[in-house]
């Protein structure tokens, strides 16, 4: 029988996932841009966005420097069908992801939220509206969602105060930050923040992206959005590096840290690098008591999205092998362009055990979900 | 190999698109400049709705600084990772070897020829006066 085919919806293929997952990067957006935050903000702030807006670091523009290759960066089949850009309807949301690839837990990581702009006092201010936003129309209204502690990262005293605000709060499972700073995450400026997330018991989560004023190379500005995909797992190993090299794992040997969609694959070569330098120039950092890959294992999670992909399946395994199976969290970046589908992602040949804390054990037992 | 009528021609002008599943299989059809072409609504990366990206052309380039740009409207750009096949063969520009897509045979039939079969067209009536999208699957 001919029949029209629904519009919008995806065909059968995808979304047959059996087992129950978690998604541990989903992206919420707002229907209304920033006028969505302002019940949470003070008058002030409304008349002041509209006057002088948001102010980032990033010379000259207010949004991303490199175009995206999806409008809003996101799936083109993701538009909800009462209006507004992607992932701003969580009954879309559940009709098109949530429910289709049984997502037990799924954790909120809002962009656009006011970190990396440089008036420290909106910043905070946005952070607040932010988190009062992901509880009043996300978490509050699906139990599944868990929201993510969103800070005015360059300001440690402020955002320390916003973690301490929500501490023991069950809407929130970690604390926010981008990878790119105005300095490298290990240094002093943001130890109020590891400070105030270990205290909570919190995890932070460090996303790809950010605006601190500078280039995604540390070579300079490239020429192309494909070298910026690239560059986040770069820029992601400079943070990392910073992290165990400033000692912040050292000052809390509880605190967990979860990469988020800067890729995994590097974990060992940065390692090794770090490694075989710390045996010769120990007495530099002499904070740093262990070796480099000592910290990296014991204290950092890795969100799989987007997947390493080699052409042989034995290299990925290797790469797991190194990080741990009990150190990947699955991910989908839904409504993101770069979305992974849940029963595409794992190749064949994992145990059933490795499965299960790929794709849920890990994440519940890191967010501490029952 | 069963013929399926898919819609009068006029339903499905230049520049427009028609999703229907046949034999459970979801396709989509298209009108490009005239032409008619049928694809598997499925891309075999990840498994998106392929046929809900948009039509764009086909870059290539000889030298760094020398783009040339052909079959305009006839590579579809998928909605999810943007994998790019083209409409007439399924073939994937990135790697060829490992993903193609199925494209169907679509053409025009008048009613009169439609009317006699063998075709499929349980949810059309089909009247000798008009032409048809006709896929053969």
Redesign the interface.
């Known amino acids: 029988m001919n029949m029209q085919f629904r519009p919008g919806a995806a065909p059968d293929a995808p979304g047959s996932i059996k087992t129950a997952i978690a998604d541990c990067d989903i992206h919420p957006a707002r229907k209304g841009g920033l006028k969505d935050l302002y019940p949470w903000m003070a008058k002030r702030w409304h008349e002041h966005l509209e006057i002088y807006g948001k102010h980032p670091y990033q010379g000259m523009m207010e949004g991303p420097p490199y175009p995206k290759a999806q409008p809003n960066a996101s799936r083109r089949d993701a538009y909800p069908p009462e209006g507004g850009q992607q992932g701003s309807s969580l009954s879309f949301m559940q009709q098109q992801h949530l429910d289709p690839n049984n997502v037990a837990l799924g954790i909120l990581c809002p962009l656009q939220t006011g970190q990396g702009i440089r008036n420290q006092d909106l910043s905070a201010a946005l952070a607040t509206a932010v988190n009062e936003w992901q509880i009043a129309e996300w978490t509050s209204k699906d139990s599944r969602l868990k929201g993510s502690i969103v800070v005015a990262n360059e300001d440690g005293p402020a955002a320390a105060a916003e973690i301490r605000k929500w501490a023991g709060n069950k809407n929130f499972v970690q604390v926010l930050l981008l990878s790119r700073n105005v300095e490298p995450l290990g240094q002093r400026r943001y130890w109020p923040i590891y400070d105030a997330a270990a205290e909570a018991g919190l995890p932070v989560g460090i996303h790809a992206f950010g605006f601190g004023g500078n280039p995604i190379t540390a070579s300079g500005w490239p020429s192309y959005y494909i070298e910026e995909m690239v560059g986040h797992s770069q820029c992601q190993q400079t943070a990392l590096a910073s992290l165990v090299l400033e000692g912040v794992f050292e000052r809390h040997p509880g605190l967990k840290m979860v990469m988020i969609e800067a890729g995994f694959g590097w974990a060992p070569s940065l390692s090794w690098r770090l490694d075989k330098s710390w045996e010769r120039m120990r007495s530099e950092v002499p904070h740093v008591k262990r070796p480099p890959s000592e910290y990296i294992r014991d204290h950092i999670y890795w969100t799989t999205q987007p997947m390493e992909d080699p052409e042989s399946r034995q290299h990925l395994f290797d790469v797991i092998d190194w990080v741990g199976w009990d150190k990947l969290l699955f991910a989908t970046d839904y409504p993101h362009w770069d979305f992974d589908d849940p029963s595409r992602v794992l190749p064949p040949g994992v145990s059933d055990g490795n499965r299960q804390a790929f794709y849920l054990d890990n994440a519940r037992k890191l967010y501490g979900i029952a | 190999m069963a013929r399926?009528?898919?819609a009068p021609v006029a339903e499905l002008p230049p520049g427009s698109r028609?999703?229907?599943?046949?034999d459970?299989r979801?396709i989509?059809v298209f009108n490009v400049n005239g032409e008619f072409f049928g694809l598997m609504?499925?891309c075999p990366h990840?498994?998106?709705?392929l046929c809900?990206?948009?039509l764009i052309g086909l870059a290539q380039s000889s030298d760094p600084g020398t783009i040339e740009y052909t079959k305009l409207g006839e590579i579809i750009r998928c909605?999810?990772?943007?994998w790019e096949f083209d409409i007439r063969t399924g073939q994937s520009y990135c790697d060829p070897r490992r993903f193609r897509v199925k494209a169907y045979a679509a053409h025009v039939e008048p009613g009169a020829t439609v009317v006699k079969g063998p075709y499929?067209?349980?949810?059309?009536s089909v009247s000798v006066e008009s032409d048809y999208v006709v896929v053969d699957l």
């Open positions: 399926h009528v898919v028609k999703f229907i599943t046949i459970d979801p989509a609504n499925r990840q498994g998106a709705a809900e990206g948009p909605p999810w990772h943007g499929v067209a349980e949810t059309l």
